[in-house]
Structures are given as structure tokens and as C-alpha cells.
């Protein structure tokens, strides 16, 4: 058997000419397809909900990469912080452009898109009607005298309506006119309008005597409501403080206490030189200011 093998080889050496045969050996290699180039973008959708405002939800359409991918949400004005998924939803107050960034990681890779929205603005919808009234006091002027009315509202589109004890009137303010003698307790009503929204509120004053003309106590330390430091408060009072939220509440509550108090100083020299010195730094100091 041996021997038959032998003879075998030697005839082919003999047929190819005394030539080596060399037998290839082939390896083969599997190549990995290269990965494609990340990239996406944003699509949006807005919704309005009633009392709440607008909901944008934002949403990454995303290719290339390893397949794999995170996301980091920053949103203006928004306080919640990053969102880690594909899509974002986030509540808004209000209308107008907003914007975010998502950063998008996959493997070693990593984009930002940035991504802006315009819900349109709705003038107000969602914003609760809330007001106030109050009255900067009276004045005497032709042997009549006036009282004048205000009222505030949370909307900029709100309307007012008044009725005074023998008037009604459109504004946010009006003024009402009495005799000279009129004293006492005097109220107004104003209905607040906005959209479908309805506000309505009862505003009171207190009128005394005319001579005191609503500075109670300076008028009752120095005489009459003619004096020229009476004439100042009275003037920051108009000019200034009913200007303010903060003035008007000064002037609801000095209404409230300062009329018992006058009755006392009044009738009562030494306090009303107390009270003249006591009120002689703040003239100085609103004489500085009107």
C-alpha cells in the first residue's frame, strides 16, 4: 500500500516536470459595515389646556450612531430639570417663542439640536380676574364736593362699569359729586369684565366734615383744611401714595382709625401741639418730594 502511494507521487512529480507542488491555504476575514454619522432633529406639537396655559411636546427624530441613544433636555424656563427620553413635554404660562436644547449621545458621539416653538399668545385666557377699589379721598371745589373712585384688574382687557349713589359710568375710575354737607359712610360698586370672567366689588368712604377734607388728623392739629402743610399731605397723598398698592392699603387704613383719633386731638390743645410736632419732620420730608 505503502509502496503504491509512492509510485502515485512520483508519477505526478514526473508529469509536472520535477516541479514542487504547493498547496494555498486561504483565510477569510469579516469586515464590520461602518456606522453612519449621527444626526436628528426636532418636531413639536402645542396644546392649549384651559387654567393651566400651553403644552409643548417636543420629540427627537434621531439616525445613525450605534442604534443607542440618551438625551439630556434643557428647556428655558423651565425649573424640572433634564428629561432623559426621546420626547419632552413641558407646560408654559403663556404664548410666544420658546426654545430648548436636547443633547443627543450614542457611543462615542454626541449632538446638540436646538429646538424652538411659538405657541400663539391667548390674550389672557388662563389668567384668574382679580381686582381692588379704593379712593384717593375727597376735595371741595365750587361749594360741591367730589369723591373720587378707582379700580384695578389682574387683566390688561379688563372693563369697568360703576355706580356711585346717583351715577353709573364706564372707566377705571370716576368721580362723584356731593353737597358740601354730605358726611358719612358713601359706597360705589364696579363690575370688573374680562373675557368671560365677571368681578364685582363694593367700595366704601368715609366723608366727614367737609373742612377736614380727608386729612383727619392734620387738619384737626392744625386748624383747618387750609393750612399750607395740610395742603402738602394732602397733595403726596393724590400724586403719590394712591398711585401704589402699597399707598392705597396706607390710605384704607388711615380712613379707618384716623377719624376717632382727630375727634380727640381736636378739642385738645396740648395734643395738638404734640401732633404738629410730630408731623413737622414729614412735611419737611414730602415737601422734598411732591
Not at 428655558?76 to 443627543?104: C, M, W
Request: charged share 15%; proline share 4%; hydrophobic share 35%.
Amino acid at each position: 500500500m505503502r509502496t503504491s502511494v509512492y509510485y502515485i507521487l512520483g508519477a505526478m512529480i514526473a508529469l509536472t516536470g520535477g516541479t514542487e507542488i504547493v498547496i494555498a491555504q486561504t483565510t477569510s476575514t469579516t469586515t464590520t459595515p461602518a456606522t453612519r454619522p449621527l444626526e436628528g432633529s426636532c418636531q413639536l406639537q402645542t396644546d392649549f389646556i384651559p387654567g393651566e396655559g400651553h403644552v409643548i411636546t417636543w420629540s427627537t427624530n434621531v439616525r445613525g450612531g450605534t442604534g443607542e441613544y440618551t438625551y439630556r433636555w434643557t428647556i428655558e424656563g423651565q425649573n424640572g430639570g433634564d428629561l432623559s427620553t426621546a420626547t419632552g413635554t413641558f407646560p408654559f404660562g403663556d404664548g410666544g417663542p420658546k426654545s430648548g436644547n436636547v443633547v443627543i449621545q450614542s457611543g462615542e458621539e454626541e449632538i446638540t439640536l436646538s429646538c424652538e416653538a411659538e405657541p400663539p399668545v391667548t390674550i389672557n385666557e388662563f389668567t384668574p380676574l382679580t381686582g381692588s377699589c379704593y379712593t384717593s379721598g375727597s376735595s371741595i371745589a365750587n361749594d360741591r364736593r367730589s369723591l373720587t373712585w378707582y379700580a384695578s384688574a389682574s387683566r390688561g382687557d379688563a372693563l369697568f362699569e360703576w355706580r356711585g349713589s346717583a351715577t353709573s359710568t364706564t372707566g377705571s375710575s370716576f368721580t362723584e359729586n356731593f353737597a358740601t354737607t354730605t358726611i358719612g359712610v358713601q359706597s360705589a360698586a364696579v363690575t370688573i369684565r374680562a373675557g368671560d370672567q365677571v368681578l364685582r366689588l363694593r367700595c366704601e368712604a368715609h366723608l366727614a366734615e367737609a373742612s377736614q377734607s380727608g386729612c383727619f388728623i392734620a387738619t384737626a392739629a392744625y386748624g383747618t383744611s387750609f393750612e399750607p402743610e395740610v395742603n402738602l399731605l394732602r397733595t403726596f397723598r393724590d400724586t403719590r401714595l394712591s398711585k401704589h398698592p402699597l399707598g392705597q392699603s396706607f390710605i384704607e387704613a388711615y380712613y379707618e382709625v384716623s377719624p376717632p383719633l382727630a375727634d380727640v386731638i381736636r378739642d385738645n390743645a396740648f395734643l395738638k401741639g404734640l401732633t404738629r410736632g410730630l408731623l413737622a419732620p414729614v412735611v419737611a420730608i414730602v415737601a422734598l418730594i411732591v
